[in-house]
């Protein structure tokens, strides 16, 4: 492909961006670029194609390619470098896009990841277990992005399709770009944003670069929880290595990263809140842990390029992650209003709401759970770019990437004694903070006289002694994809040039789930052969002590399982609301072409692009259901398959049109219809029928003993038209950000100055076929019979009827929002504050939705109104500071469930802080050295949910404490 470039190609090329452009992109010019940045150049891997070159730049065009080779590159590091790239790769793209790009080599800005994506405007991260790890994109959830490695889609290791991002390591990346608005040579593009992760590229350097980082982590909470694999401490080691060879034609990237990522969570789960005989809001129950978790990854990087002359280029592109996060979770459950304790009078009762009082008769339910997952991820990615002669070039690429995923989520129980209404009970007063906590006084002393064995009962309608429970679930996902592309490029005339292709995609997701229950040596409580209770010992612990729980008898339940104390029992139907196994395989073949614009109306610059890509889907599903009428023997019930399937044919238009205005503003339009696949887990055929025993004699089919969720294997997926607009004014003038003695002085990025902006712009999502997963209807379940019950509880049982819950594309709506951003380096107000700036975007959404048999419209899901970052820097003679604020305000769930019934519940806004200094050595003996500290969750943000908009409802409390980092860099000279 013609290699298209001009002041700022060298520019960016020397800042290590775009020295050499794919064969399947075209990188034009805007007339509206400034000296020093009217370059619209743009990385391989961001599968932009449509930025212009002005007029004159296009006589160049056929000399480019003679000149590609003469682009050297020039490292310039440090946070605000990164600033200036980033900025620069917004700039250039032909699409609304956000970017990030690496400080140096191994060194994205940001704790994590996960957390660096998190501040990008319209973005906002989610925290799981202590630490950031998925991605909302204009308040949508997961469910609606997608993610790509080098422009290859990346599977998921969870049960569905959102990328858990903290499983990639940040060292690996020298940039990412956030396709807010997609364009038709995008393949695997998502309906609110893609996400693309791009790799060292080893020819794209000047020359040899090198560099290793080691952090000391710990967590500001002391360690909850003890057991094998868990600490309040942890590491991070990695390394980068970048070589070429053979005359600069062939390039070697090494990548290693080992990390031990300590967290420490404080979790409180209250059962919900009924109303008490005066009418009062009271809480029925609760399940909490004190948790300690550590997530260990072993990760390596490799890349080889090889340009043996100017008309191929091949890079082959491997990654490997494997990690293993294990949770010690111990504490208890408070079974209180809907236990079998009872509320003594005289509570403390404020607008309808006990907010202390004392619940007698309680029974707990002690816990020693473990928990561990066990994830292999592995990518492919094999590029060949040929060009033809100076105006045709061809992109074929083969990428696979697989995931496979291994849970143990193991429970064990202790008590006083079996069943709700023997042994010791407490006295339980309670109080709520003014932080939601649900603080307790207990009574009882749960460190010594406890036995193992069902202190509530619950196996009772399973005719065995629960002690405990295994899930151990396994995920394997796959995707292969091979793509072709060609490209025709123009010398003269509107367009730069015309793409077209077919990308082919196979995707195949199998999910199987081993349960158990965990016995005290096996047989039934009918058959009088059942153990009730067994002794134990352990260690005292105290992992509740922050919500008023004195000492507790800790123990390893997998001693305990070795010396048969506790024994396995293979469970019959399923304890999940989800069947227990699936597989859902998904083939997508997309054809598409694209114009990329090169043209002037009047004194305007214009460019971008405007296409269309096809898409014919076919999948199906393979799931289980029990027998109808089919017999226990041996504690199993027969399951037999389920097979669903269908296909479907969409067609995505989109255009991007940037128009230019002067030298420093850029107003982009862009218009495009998008689609979400649904979640993989809501595509799966199964039905799964459950017994509530609690329900038995219950009449009412709602509130009954049976009930049933399931998949939907003809599941479309939710559509979206898509307009957004965009203003950008980028500021000129100061002096640029500060070179170090280590950079070149010759670099146009150095001596150009500017390097902030200031963006307005708006979005609008028209939402349809919006997947409702709570569709129900009412079924008679009588076939199952006798389903694990008594010929006495078949007597009881008070009605067959039930509901059956499922997904179905019966919704529709919209998302809207604004959004601002401002980048301002003060140098542009005075050179006296040079090295000093500020960054900070808001956001603001609403939504609306509506299911089919309720026409009240609701909040979207997960999405919050108000979105806001700011970041605070500073860098002078190799000294860095910066602090930053993400603040989300609280966002709505809601659901529909059966008879327009409705579901709320609320998650807490708040602020999180984040804050890092660093000190690089720029000469001496220690040149190349960087001393670093950050901490993180510096505000130790409490993660709450409630309902019914009341924020004294808690359903959720977590609290994981600050965390905090210091390290050493030292990047090869």
């Not at 994205?108 to 319209?122: H, K, N, Q």
């Not at 509901?803 to 594309?809: D, F, H, L, M, R």
Request: hydrophobic letters at 35%.
């Amino acid at each position: 492909m013609i290699l298209k470039h001009n002041v700022l190609a060298l520019a960016l090329a020397s800042v290590g961006f775009c020295a050499f452009i794919p064969a399947h992109a075209a990188t034009p010019l805007a007339g509206s670029a400034t000296a020093a940045q009217d370059t619209q150049t743009q990385d391989a891997q961001t599968q932009d194609a449509s930025a212009t070159d002005t007029k004159v730049d296009k006589d160049r065009r056929r000399s480019a390619k003679d000149n590609a080779k003469q682009l050297q590159t020039v490292e310039v590091s440090g946070f605000i470098s990164s600033i200036e790239n980033s900025t620069a790769l917004k700039r250039n793209a032909s699409s609304i896009v956000e970017a990030v790009s690496a400080e140096q080599i191994g060194k994205l800005p940001g704790v994590s990841i996960a957390d660096t994506l998190g501040r990008l405007p319209g973005l906002a991260v989610q925290t799981v277990s202590g630490r950031p790890q998925v991605l909302t994109i204009h308040g949508l959830g997961p469910d609606f992005s997608t993610a790509l490695i080098n422009g290859g889609q990346q599977v998921s290791t969870s049960n569905n399709r959102d990328v858990q991002f903290d499983q990639y390591p940040s060292s690996w990346f020298d940039n990412v770009v956030v396709h807010l608005t997609p364009q038709a040579n995008l393949i695997g593009q998502g309906l609110t944003g893609t996400v693309d992760m791009h790799t060292i590229r080893p020819l794209e350097k000047s020359g040899p670069e090198a560099a290793v980082n080691a952090h000391y982590i710990w967590d500001g909470m002391s360690q909850l929880s003890d057991g094998r694999g868990v600490s309040d401490k942890g590491y991070n080691l990695n390394g980068v290595w970048v070589n070429q060879f053979a005359d600069h034609t062939i390039g070697v990237t090494l990548g290693v990263d080992i990390e031990s990522n300590p967290a420490q969570i404080q979790h409180q789960a209250p059962w919900g809140y009924p109303s008490d005989a005066d009418g009062n809001a009271v809480i029925g129950g609760s399940k909490n842990y004190g948790i300690s978790d550590t997530m260990k990854r072993r990760g390596v990087l490799a890349t080889v390029q090889w340009q043996p002359n100017d008309h191929y280029t091949g890079t082959v592109d491997l990654t490997y992650d494997n990690f293993k996060e294990v949770q010690q979770a111990k504490g208890m459950e408070f079974p209180l209003f809907w236990g079998n304790a009872t509320l003594a009078p005289g509570s403390n009762v404020q607008n309808d709401f006990v907010q202390s009082g004392t619940y007698d008769g309680v029974k707990a339910v002690i816990r020693n759970d473990y928990n561990s997952t066990s994830a292999r991820v592995y990518n492919f990615n094999w590029d060949n770019k040929f060009t033809i002669n100076e105006d045709w070039s061809i992109d074929a690429n083969a990428n696979y990437s697989r995931a496979t995923r291994d849970d143990i989520n193991l429970e064990s129980y202790s008590g006083s004694d079996f069943g709700a209404n023997n042994g010791a009970r407490d006295s339980l007063a309670f109080f709520e903070r003014n932080d939601g906590l649900f603080y307790v006084n207990p009574s009882l002393d749960y460190g010594s006289g406890m036995v193992l064995t069902d202190p509530q009962g619950w196996g009772g309608g399973n005719d065995v002694v629960q002690a405990g429970f295994i899930n151990a679930p396994h995920t394997v996902d796959y995707l292969a994809n091979l793509h072709l592309a060609v490209e025709r490029s123009f010398s003269s005339g509107p367009f730069s040039s015309v793409e077209f292709g077919v990308a082919h995609s196979t995707r195949d997701k199998t999910y199987h789930i081993d349960q158990s229950f965990l016995t005290l040596g096996g047989g039934t409580i009918s058959g009088g052969n059942a153990v009730l209770t067994a002794p134990f010992t352990g260690t005292s612990c105290s992992p509740l002590s922050w919500m008023g729980v004195g000492a507790q008898t800790c123990y390893d339940p997998f001693s305990l399982l070795a010396s048969g104390t506790l024994v396995s029992v293979p469970t019959f139907g399923s304890s999940l609301s989800m069947p227990p196994n699936w597989k859902v395989r998904e083939k997508t073949l997309t054809p598409y072409f694209q114009f990329n614009l090169d043209t002037y109306l009047g004194d305007v610059s214009l460019r971008g692009n405007f296409g269309v890509q096809g898409q014919h889907t076919s999948q199906r599903a393979v799931g289980e259901r029990v027998a109808p009428g089919s017999a226990i023997t041996g504690n199993a019930i027969t399951l037999i398959p389920v097979v669903g399937s269908t296909s479907y044919n969409k067609v995505l238009p989109s255009a991007n049109l940037i128009f230019g205005f002067g030298s420093n503003d850029d107003l982009r339009v862009s218009a495009a219809r998008t689609l979400a696949r649904p979640r993989m887990d809501q595509m799966n055929a199964s039905l799964g029928v459950s017994g509530d025993i609690t329900h038995l004699t219950s009449t009412d089919p709602n509130q009954a003993y049976f009930s049933a969720s399931g998949g939907n294997a003809k599941l479309k997926p939710t559509m979206a038209d898509n307009y957004n607009v965009s203003y950008e004014h980028y500021f000129s003038g100061g002096n640029g950000y500060e070179c170090k003695a280590t950079d070149a002085k010759n670099s146009d990025i150095c001596r150009s100055g500017g390097g902030g902006y200031f963006a307005l712009s708006g979005y609008y999502l028209k939402l349809s076929d919006y997947i409702n997963p709570n569709a129900a209807y009412l079924y008679d379940f009588a076939s199952f019979l006798p389903f694990g019950l008594t010929p006495d509880q078949q007597a009881q049982l008070g009605t067959t009827l039930g509901t059956v819950s499922g997904p179905t594309n019966d919704g529709h709506g919209y998302v809207k929002g604004a959004q601002v951003t401002l980048n301002l380096p003060f140098n542009l107000l005075t050179p006296s504050l040079d090295g000093l700036g500020v960054i900070f975007t808001g956001n603001r959404t609403a939504s609306s939705l509506v299911y089919a048999g309720n026409s009240n419209p609701i909040t979207v899901p997960g999405l919050s109104k108000w979105v806001a970052n700011g970041t605070l820097y500073y860098q002078h003679d190799g000294f860095e500071a910066r602090v930053s604020d993400s603040y989300r305000s609280s966002f709505l769930g809601e659901v529909s469930g059966i008879s327009a019934s409705r579901i709320e519940q609320t998650i807490q806004g708040g602020s999180t802080y984040d804050a890092q200094v660093s000190y690089t050595f720029e000469s001496g003996a220690l040149k190349g050295l960087t001393l670093i500290a950050q901490g993180s969750n510096l505000s130790n943000k409490t993660f709450i949910t409630y309902q019914n908009n009341d924020p004294r409802q808690v359903l959720t409390w977590e609290r994981y404490g600050r965390r905090y980092d210091i390290g050493v860099s030292y990047k090869f000279q």
